[in-house]
């Protein structure tokens, strides 16, 4: 009869341990719990773990139930530093892990699911949206990790690296465009984080993803963060989904595009911390008075093919900008920006 030792509260505990400790223990392919009917059963528990032949994909099957995916990234790392105390390992494997849909979409429900794990879950709320799975050094009562932890701190500047070969295998995946945005949802926020330990997997983000076409455009095409441009959505529409040519943007060789403006607030944020430089006013005027004297294959369509409706928005983005700043005035009226008749 005792609430906390009892058949039932022992089967009820079993079915709350994590999934993801399939992955974490090695050993374990299958967890199998039974409450037989004498103790209040029958009831099963079954988690079975299933691999491919990518090994970064694995999934995990409840029994009588859908399978949860998940794709991960595996490190032998080697401490390079100072000699470690005494019994103290200098080895160790890091694993990096989402979980995803069955065509590599990355996914996070929002709950409260560990994501550190030094094979057995820690019980910190991090602000993850991943999983970080290593040997760290955690207090007898597994609360968190070490944060002071020079050799934990080591092992978690690895997780940006991983991070990054993640995108790659979600980009891998049958639709690009959609796995980007997912990926992007799982990427972390600084501010969303609760320790320095943590927001420093934050702030390295940007050198790892740099040369990858991670950020979805209104060209409908994926592009790196350095040419990937943020601007609100009327300033989007002056250019109707067209890239920019590079030599509108500083003599830049490569091409623009504007971030997707129907991306949620977060993802715009994430894209912000990738390296997305802002787009305005400002920069418009100074876009147009390069434009106007590109030629017709650099200049943009509302120059090359101009027409009220497309006048009209740029009119309006314009005259937003002039509110803020009057003195754009005496720079716009030599541009032949106004469509004849």
Known sequence: DDPVRSPVAMFKKAQAIDP????????????????????????EHVLTERHFED???????????????YLLEHDKLNWDGPPRPA??????????????????????????TSTVFSHLPTAEATGLRFFIQAH?????????????????????????????????????GPDPMTGARSFLKVLPLAGELVAPIYTRIADSLGKVMRNRDLIPCTDGKLHKPATALIADEKLCAVFEGTSIDGSLMDGISQTFAFVDPSLDERCMDVCRSLG???????????????????????????????????????????????????????RLRPLAIVPDG
């Open 87 to 112: 019994g103290r390992t200098e080895k160790t494997e890091l694993m990096v892990g989402l979980t995803t849909d069955e065509n590599r979409q990355p996914e996070w429900a929002g709950n409260a």
């Open 20 to 43: 993801y400790v399939l992955m974490t223990l090695k050993s374990m392919d299958e967890l199998d719990f039974t409450l037989t009917k004498a103790a209040g059963g029958p009831e």
């Open 276 to 330: 997305c430089k802002p787009f305005g006013g400002i920069d418009l005027v100074k876009l147009l008075e390069r434009a106007v004297k590109a030629t017709p294959d650099k200049a943009p369509l509302f120059l090359t093919e101009p027409n009220a409706a497309r006048f009209d928005r740029l009119a309006h983005c314009l005259l937003e900008t002039l509110k803020k700043n009057d003195k754009v005035l005496k």
């Open 136 to 172: 760290f050094e955690v207090p007898v009562d597994r609360e968190r990790v070490n944060h002071d932890s020079d050799w934990n701190n080591w092992i978690m500047d690895h997780v940006p690296e991983q991070l990054a070969r993640l995108a790659d295998a979600v980009l891998e």
């Open 55 to 69: 090994r970064r994909q694995r999934a995990i099957e409840k029994k009588g139930d859908t399978k949860q995916h």
